[in-house]
Nanobody
Framework: QVQLVESGGGLVQAGGSLRLSCAAS????????MGWFRQPPGKERQFLAR????????NYADDVKDRFTISRDNAKNTVNLTINGLKPEDTAVYYC????????????????WGRGTQVTVSS
């Protein structure tokens, strides 16, 4: 079992930056891949980025890779998502996710979720 708690969302102006954090707890975290998804209003949950606990390997959805950076802090058991150049279309609930060894791009296949943190970008 993995428990995830997101923080860092809020209301920001377009063009700004934001860092979301996910605090993870549970056993054998090094065996889990961690990721971030988002769900814009009225849309399906979307994959953004994933990172391995045991390596520094990360990858991103094509449409966010230039502005989003996923990172982890093993000492604090946190995974962060930094978003630069925020746009109104980035408005969404952002979710932290975990999966044993890997995380699918399809949210329906991901077993562990946080409750989400709202990000609202004003123009």
């Amino acid at each position: 079992q993995v428990q995830l708690v997101e923080s860092g969302g809020g209301l920001v102006q377009a063009g700004g930056s934001l860092r979301l954090s996910c605090a993870a707890s549970g056993r054998s975290l090094s065996a889990y891949a961690m990721g971030w998804f988002r769900q814009p209003p009225g849309k399906e949950r979307q994959f953004l980025a994933r990172i391995s606990w045991s390596t520094n390997s990360a990858n991103y959805a094509d449409d966010v890779k230039d502005r989003f950076t996923i990172s982890r802090d093993n000492a604090k058991n946190t995974v962060n998502l930094t978003i630069n150049g925020l746009k109104p279309e980035d408005t969404a609930v952002y979710y932290c996710a975990a999966g044993y060894r890997q995380i699918s791009d399809r949210w329906t296949s991901v077993p562990y979720w946080g409750r989400g943190t709202q990000v609202t970008v004003s123009s």
